[in-house]
Protein backbone atom coordinates (compact mmCIF):
# COMPACT_ATOMS: atom_id res chain seq x y z
CA UNK A 1 0.00 0.00 0.00
CA UNK A 2 0.98 3.37 -0.99
CA UNK A 3 0.81 6.82 1.39
CA UNK A 4 0.69 9.85 -0.19
CA UNK A 5 1.97 13.26 1.23
CA UNK A 6 1.55 16.54 -0.06
CA UNK A 7 4.33 19.22 1.04
CA UNK A 8 3.22 22.79 0.08
CA UNK A 9 5.42 25.71 -0.09
CA UNK A 10 5.67 28.66 2.04
CA UNK A 11 2.56 30.29 2.04
CA UNK A 12 3.04 34.09 1.84
CA UNK A 13 0.37 36.78 2.50
CA UNK A 14 -3.66 36.92 1.99
CA UNK A 15 -3.58 35.40 -1.60
CA UNK A 16 -1.58 32.57 -0.63
CA UNK A 17 -3.93 31.70 2.12
CA UNK A 18 -6.73 32.79 -0.10
CA UNK A 19 -5.48 30.23 -2.43
CA UNK A 20 -5.07 27.39 0.34
CA UNK A 21 -8.72 28.52 1.30
CA UNK A 22 -10.08 27.43 -1.98
CA UNK A 23 -8.06 25.18 -3.41
CA UNK A 24 -6.11 22.84 -0.96
CA UNK A 25 -8.71 19.86 -0.62
CA UNK A 26 -9.86 19.52 -4.52
CA UNK A 27 -5.63 19.84 -4.71
CA UNK A 28 -5.58 16.91 -2.66
CA UNK A 29 -8.20 14.98 -3.84
CA UNK A 30 -7.08 15.27 -7.62
CA UNK A 31 -3.41 14.32 -6.55
CA UNK A 32 -4.78 11.53 -4.05
CA UNK A 33 -2.81 13.02 -1.34
CA UNK A 34 -3.27 11.35 1.99
CA UNK A 35 -1.67 13.95 4.16
CA UNK A 36 -0.54 17.64 3.41
CA UNK A 37 2.09 19.78 5.04
CA UNK A 38 2.07 22.91 4.93
CA UNK A 39 4.67 25.57 5.44
CA UNK A 40 2.77 28.51 6.91
CA UNK A 41 5.91 30.67 7.66
CA UNK A 42 5.08 33.84 5.96
CA UNK A 43 1.10 33.58 5.88
CA UNK A 44 1.45 37.15 7.34
CA UNK A 45 3.92 37.92 4.42
CA UNK A 46 6.60 38.50 7.46
CA UNK A 47 5.67 35.70 10.42
CA UNK A 48 2.18 34.37 10.78
CA UNK A 49 -0.71 34.40 13.42
CA UNK A 50 -2.41 32.21 15.30
CA UNK A 51 -5.65 32.80 13.42
CA UNK A 52 -3.94 32.43 9.66
CA UNK A 53 -2.71 29.02 11.36
CA UNK A 54 -6.17 28.37 12.33
CA UNK A 55 -6.97 29.10 8.87
CA UNK A 56 -4.63 26.81 6.86
CA UNK A 57 -5.62 24.02 9.27
CA UNK A 58 -9.45 24.85 8.55
CA UNK A 59 -8.27 24.75 4.51
CA UNK A 60 -6.80 20.97 4.91
CA UNK A 61 -3.37 21.30 6.07
CA UNK A 62 -2.60 18.15 8.19
CA UNK A 63 0.21 19.52 9.94
CA UNK A 64 2.15 23.44 9.27
CA UNK A 65 6.00 23.85 9.84
CA UNK A 66 7.50 27.09 10.10
CA UNK A 67 11.09 28.86 10.30
CA UNK A 68 13.23 31.75 10.44
CA UNK A 69 10.62 33.81 10.96
CA UNK A 70 8.84 31.60 13.82
CA UNK A 71 9.44 34.69 16.69
CA UNK A 72 8.30 37.47 14.42
CA UNK A 73 5.24 38.02 15.97
CA UNK A 74 4.62 37.58 20.02
CA UNK A 75 1.16 36.05 20.26
CA UNK A 76 2.05 32.72 18.24
CA UNK A 77 4.38 31.56 21.46
CA UNK A 78 1.62 30.53 23.23
CA UNK A 79 -0.19 29.31 20.55
CA UNK A 80 2.68 26.95 19.51
CA UNK A 81 2.22 24.88 22.64
CA UNK A 82 -1.26 24.03 22.59
CA UNK A 83 -1.66 23.10 19.20
CA UNK A 84 0.41 20.26 18.26
CA UNK A 85 0.16 20.30 14.48
CA UNK A 86 1.96 23.60 14.08
CA UNK A 87 5.76 22.59 14.38
CA UNK A 88 8.47 25.27 14.66
CA UNK A 89 12.13 24.53 13.86
CA UNK A 90 13.07 21.42 16.38
CA UNK A 91 16.76 22.64 16.57
CA UNK A 92 15.80 26.14 18.14
CA UNK A 93 16.65 25.94 22.28
CA UNK A 94 15.03 23.59 24.16
CA UNK A 95 13.16 26.24 26.10
CA UNK A 96 11.57 27.50 22.87
CA UNK A 97 7.78 26.94 23.52
CA UNK A 98 6.24 24.48 20.54
CA UNK A 99 7.72 21.28 19.08
CA UNK A 100 9.96 19.88 16.05
CA UNK A 101 8.48 16.96 15.77
CA UNK A 102 4.91 15.45 15.79
CA UNK A 103 3.69 11.91 15.13
CA UNK A 104 0.16 11.46 13.45
CA UNK A 105 -1.57 7.75 13.01
CA UNK A 106 -2.25 7.13 9.42
CA UNK A 107 -3.75 4.17 7.70
CA UNK A 108 -0.19 2.98 6.63
CA UNK A 109 1.22 3.48 10.73
CA UNK A 110 2.63 6.04 12.21
CA UNK A 111 4.46 9.50 10.65
CA UNK A 112 6.66 11.77 11.95
CA UNK A 113 7.18 15.04 10.43
CA UNK A 114 10.10 16.95 11.70
CA UNK A 115 10.58 20.93 11.08
CA UNK A 116 14.61 21.99 11.10
CA UNK A 117 16.67 25.21 10.00
CA UNK A 118 19.46 25.76 8.29
CA UNK A 119 22.38 27.65 9.60
CA UNK A 120 23.95 29.12 6.70
CA UNK A 121 22.83 32.84 7.01
CA UNK A 122 19.86 31.87 8.52
CA UNK A 123 20.24 31.74 12.45
CA UNK A 124 23.74 30.68 13.54
CA UNK A 125 22.38 30.44 17.52
CA UNK A 126 20.17 27.52 16.83
CA UNK A 127 21.87 23.98 17.19
CA UNK A 128 23.30 21.94 14.69
CA UNK A 129 20.11 20.63 12.01
CA UNK A 130 22.02 17.38 11.03
CA UNK A 131 23.36 16.53 14.57
CA UNK A 132 19.26 17.48 15.58
CA UNK A 133 17.83 15.11 12.98
CA UNK A 134 20.13 12.17 14.46
CA UNK A 135 18.77 12.83 17.63
CA UNK A 136 14.98 12.96 16.63
CA UNK A 137 15.83 9.62 15.04
CA UNK A 138 17.11 7.67 17.47
CA UNK A 139 14.13 8.55 19.77
CA UNK A 140 11.75 8.37 17.08
CA UNK A 141 9.16 5.42 17.05
CA UNK A 142 8.01 6.09 13.46
CA UNK A 143 6.87 3.67 10.67
CA UNK A 144 7.19 6.99 8.29
CA UNK A 145 9.03 10.33 8.73
CA UNK A 146 9.31 13.19 6.55
CA UNK A 147 11.45 16.26 7.22
CA UNK A 148 10.90 20.35 5.80
CA UNK A 149 14.15 21.22 6.04
CA UNK A 150 13.96 25.32 5.77
CA UNK A 151 17.46 26.55 5.15
CA UNK A 152 18.88 29.16 2.73
CA UNK A 153 21.79 27.59 0.89
CA UNK A 154 20.77 24.78 -1.44
CA UNK A 155 24.26 23.09 -0.96
CA UNK A 156 23.28 23.02 2.84
CA UNK A 157 19.65 21.73 1.81
CA UNK A 158 20.89 18.71 -0.73
CA UNK A 159 23.65 17.96 1.87
CA UNK A 160 20.51 17.16 4.20
CA UNK A 161 18.46 14.98 1.68
CA UNK A 162 21.99 12.83 1.30
CA UNK A 163 22.57 12.78 4.78
CA UNK A 164 19.12 11.35 6.07
CA UNK A 165 18.87 9.75 2.39
CA UNK A 166 17.25 5.75 3.37
CA UNK A 167 16.04 6.70 7.27
CA UNK A 168 13.57 9.11 5.92
CA UNK A 169 11.42 8.75 3.76
CA UNK A 170 10.82 12.39 2.24
CA UNK A 171 13.43 15.70 2.47
CA UNK A 172 12.04 18.70 1.23
CA UNK A 173 13.35 22.42 1.14
CA UNK A 174 11.26 25.49 1.81
CA UNK A 175 12.41 29.40 2.34
CA UNK A 176 13.66 30.35 -0.83
CA UNK A 177 10.43 30.44 -2.65
CA UNK A 178 11.62 29.44 -6.00
CA UNK A 179 10.78 26.13 -6.96
CA UNK A 180 13.82 23.79 -8.15
CA UNK A 181 13.90 21.46 -10.96
CA UNK A 182 15.36 18.30 -8.80
CA UNK A 183 12.59 16.28 -7.10
CA UNK A 184 13.43 12.77 -7.79
CA UNK A 185 14.29 9.72 -5.07
CA UNK A 186 18.10 9.45 -3.76
CA UNK A 187 20.07 6.21 -4.16
CA UNK A 188 19.12 4.94 -0.59
CA UNK A 189 14.66 5.86 -0.84
CA UNK A 190 14.48 9.15 0.39
CA UNK A 191 12.24 11.60 -1.97
CA UNK A 192 14.13 14.76 -1.94
CA UNK A 193 13.44 18.20 -3.63
CA UNK A 194 15.89 21.67 -2.95
CA UNK A 195 12.77 23.79 -2.61
CA UNK A 196 9.38 23.68 -3.06
CA UNK A 197 8.40 26.99 -3.74
CA UNK A 198 5.72 29.17 -2.71
CA UNK A 199 2.20 29.66 -2.31
CA UNK A 200 0.96 33.24 -3.18
CA UNK A 201 1.45 35.82 -5.87
CA UNK A 202 2.33 34.36 -9.10
CA UNK A 203 3.48 37.69 -10.34
CA UNK A 204 5.49 38.66 -7.41
CA UNK A 205 9.24 38.58 -6.03
CA UNK A 206 9.38 35.50 -4.01
CA UNK A 207 6.25 36.91 -3.06
CA UNK A 208 6.63 40.58 -2.68
CA UNK A 209 5.91 43.39 -5.06
CA UNK A 210 9.00 43.79 -7.30
CA UNK A 211 9.34 47.14 -7.35
CA UNK A 212 9.94 46.55 -3.74
CA UNK A 213 12.58 44.21 -4.03
CA UNK A 214 14.47 45.86 -6.88
CA UNK A 215 14.51 48.87 -5.22
CA UNK A 216 15.97 47.15 -1.50
CA UNK A 217 18.82 45.87 -3.94
CA UNK A 218 19.41 49.51 -5.45
CA UNK A 219 19.64 50.98 -1.96
CA UNK A 220 16.29 52.36 -1.09
CA UNK A 221 15.23 53.27 2.18
CA UNK A 222 14.09 49.96 4.02
CA UNK A 223 10.18 49.63 4.61
CA UNK A 224 7.53 46.93 5.52
CA UNK A 225 7.06 44.35 2.67
CA UNK A 226 3.93 44.42 1.00
CA UNK A 227 2.55 41.32 -1.05
CA UNK A 228 2.13 41.89 -4.90
CA UNK A 229 -1.21 41.78 -6.23
CA UNK A 230 -2.48 39.88 -8.83
CA UNK A 231 -3.66 35.69 -9.00
CA UNK A 232 -1.59 33.08 -6.73
CA UNK A 233 -0.15 29.98 -7.24
CA UNK A 234 0.44 26.86 -5.39
CA UNK A 235 3.81 24.70 -5.26
CA UNK A 236 4.97 22.42 -3.92
CA UNK A 237 6.18 18.27 -4.26
CA UNK A 238 4.29 15.22 -4.04
CA UNK A 239 5.82 11.81 -2.32
CA UNK A 240 4.69 8.29 -2.55
CA UNK A 241 5.60 6.26 0.51
CA UNK A 242 6.00 2.76 0.73
CA UNK A 243 4.03 1.35 3.72
CA UNK A 244 6.38 -1.83 4.00
CA UNK A 245 9.52 0.39 3.91
CA UNK A 246 8.61 4.00 4.59
CA UNK A 247 10.93 5.07 1.74
CA UNK A 248 9.88 6.82 -1.42
CA UNK A 249 8.85 5.34 -4.86
CA UNK A 250 8.11 9.00 -6.63
CA UNK A 251 8.59 12.05 -6.38
CA UNK A 252 7.20 14.80 -8.40
CA UNK A 253 6.87 18.82 -8.32
CA UNK A 254 3.38 20.34 -8.59
CA UNK A 255 1.83 23.78 -9.20
CA UNK A 256 -1.05 25.24 -9.38
CA UNK A 257 -2.44 28.06 -10.77
Known sequence: MAYKILAVGDTVGSSGLEFLQRR?????????ADFAVVN???ANV????????????????DCITLGNHTWTRWELQPYLDAEPRVLRPANFAPQCPGRGCAGFDTPC??????????????????????LTADALLDELRADM??????????????AMGYYLDGRAGAVWGTHTHVQTSDARVL????????????????????GIKPDQSIGKFLGDVPRRYEQAAGPAKLEGALFTLDEATGLCMEAKAVRYL
Open 109 to 130: GRLAVINLMGRFTLDPNTDNPF
Open 187 to 206: PKGTGYITDLGMTGPAESCI
Open 40 to 42: GEN
Open 46 to 61: VGCTPKQLDAILAAGA
Open 24 to 32: LRSIKRELG
Open 145 to 158: VVVDFHAEATSEKT
